[in-house]
């Protein structure tokens, strides 16, 4: 037997000794795990289409201070479900470890949180792509990038594209996601030398690292605790989505330590990546009232300070790198959707949990994706504004649902303590206080991230407007409220956590010829 035949028996042993039996094709590599976390964290795709949210909610601190601080916090939340993928590398990820070390309930929960979470990453992405891919093309024809139905169609198209790439290109779709690696590493370089070396002028470091904007519409005396954690959300959404490591663990050779590593090197080397590209932005953003005026798009900075052909060029490389984050996006957005209905968690999931002849979850595929496409319609309306208000309400659900459902497993697995038995990656005695530092920093990311954005928003105000509303409270609730109707109606009743799909004798079997 091969080496990696032999991995296979092993990986095929340890999830059968979870309650599975392998449906989904095991033949990602290490580095393929790595590179799906990696490229849905994209910073070629977070980086350039929520940079305005820190400009105008903060300013330069916000980006030159605030991604490095926040960063650490999300590496410390990685570091902890690293630890937790390694002892449980099942499709389900984050939902399976709450039901494994809580009780149904808290699978319950967090799986609809992880759900929600993953289709409204999917839609932001997918739709940053689609403004961006607006942009190149009014630069190359007679394309009105301003039109919100024209982005919103780009949008579809984008979003099609993506299902076809993963319910046809099966085959290759691991090989995609290295290449994307190689997309983003050299791309983001090559954005950094554009902006390093072309433009005629620069900011100084006084203004990168000392300038304070605050264009959030609210006081002043609220900067430094409302203004300005609200510019945070740059960093904490463009760092997200690395639990896909974790929902192709049953695809990927040696998962107990594969998946871990892959879980916080992607963290890890996006963080330093992400720092140097937005050092770059603010170096070569001279023209403030002009950026300021477009709302902080990053589109200003390339427009003001480079010529037409470098303009172009830097805005398609961010272009293609936001394309690739949306196509990995939706390979773990299906993952998460066949194992939570695998267990009869979502309605129909008789139709979500199946896999074709090659091991793809087609109908998941394409269910969770027209949920993202539902998500976004907000998007069809224009704030008054001037900022996309609809898409960082988007970007507001991903970040709450995803890292309200990392809370719960993290929370667990310090109840739990020296009765948890862990993977070959562990923290070790580390565990706890890693762990608490995660549950308060997601505590309080979650409540900030629910607030309205500006005084617009808020009802009562002057000049009120429901298309200036953060609507991410609405559509969590809408979600997580239903789940709780269902889970107090019904669910109680039938949903025991995850189903094992092999009962244990087969298990027993199967270890027997893997030994």
């Known amino acids: 037997m091969t080496a990696t035949s032999t991995q296979a028996d092993d990986d095929e042993k340890r999830l059968a000794e979870l309650g599975y039996k392998q449906e989904l094709r095991r033949k990602w590599s290490g580095f393929s795990n790595f590179a799906i976390s990696f490229s849905i964290i994209s910073i070629l795709a977070g980086c350039f289409t929520t940079f305005g949210q820190a400009w105008m909610n903060g300013g330069p601190i916000a980006i030159s201070w605030g991604w490095p601080l926040i960063s650490i916090f999300i590496l410390i939340i990685g570091f902890c479900m690293s630890e937790l993928v390694s002892a449980y590398p099942t499709a389900g990820g984050i939902y399976w470890w709450a039901a494994r070390m809580g009780k149904p309930v808290h699978g319950w929960f967090t799986g609809w949180l992880n759900l929600v979470g ?160 937005l050092l770059s932005f603010l170096f070569a953003a001279t023209d403030v009232d002009a950026i300021t005026k477009a709302g902080g798009f990053s589109g200003a900075i390339f427009e003001t300070s480079l010529s037409p052909g470098f303009f172009k060029a830097v805005i398609l490389i961010s272009t293609i790198g936001q394309f690739f984050c949306g196509m990995s996006c939706i390979t773990s957005m299906s993952r998460m959707t066949y194992a939570f209905s695998r267990d009869r968690a979502v309605p129909g999931w008789r139709l979500w949990s199946k896999v074709d002849r090659n091991g793809t979850p087609v109908n998941a595929i394409v269910g969770a994706s027209i949920a993202g496409l539902v998500l976004t319609l907000p998007a069809l309306w224009k704030s008054p504004t001037g900022v996309p208000t609809a898409f960082y309400a988007v970007v507001s659900v991903a970040v709450i649902g995803l890292y309200v459902a990392f809370l719960i497993p993290i929370y667990l697995r310090l109840r739990m303590g020296d009765r948890f038995v862990p993977g070959p990656w562990t923290l070790g005695s580390k565990y706890k206080v890693l762990g608490w530092i995660a549950v308060i920093e997601i505590v309080i990311v979650s409540i900030y991230f629910i607030m309205p954005f500006t005084p617009a928003a808020v009802p009562g105000n002057d000049g009120f407007t429901w298309t200036a509303v953060n609507y991410a409270p609405l559509a969590l609730l809408l979600v997580i409220g239903g789940a709780a109707l269902w889970w107090a109606v019904s669910a109680k009743h039938w949903f025991k956590g995850p189903i094992r799909t092999i009962d244990e004798a087969v298990a027993e079997d199967t270890a027997a010829v893997t030994e």
């Open 118 to 277: 993953l289709v409204a990453v999917t839609a932001s992405v997918d739709y940053g792509c689609a403004t961006f891919l607006s942009l190149v093309l009014d630069a190359y024809t007679s394309w009105d990038s301003t039109n919100l139905y024209l982005t919103f169609l780009l949008f579809v198209v984008i979003l099609s594209a993506h299902m076809v790439i993963n319910i046809w290109g099966h085959a290759i779709i691991d090989v995609l996601q290295n290449v994307s690696v190689w997309w983003h590493v050299f791309g983001s370089a090559v954005v950094v030398l554009i902006l390093v070396f072309v433009p005629e002028k620069h900011q100084s470091l006084e203004f990168v690292f000392t300038q304070r904007f605050n264009n959030s519409g609210y006081s002043d005396a609220t900067y430094w605790f409302l203004v300005l954690p609200f510019g945070f959300l740059l960093t904490q959404y463009t760092i997200t989505g690395f639990d896909a490591c974790a929902h192709v663990s049953e695809e990927t050779l040696g998962a107990s330590k594969a998946a871990a590593r892959g879980l916080w090197q992607s963290i890890f080397y996006s963080a330093i990546g992400g720092w140097i590209l």
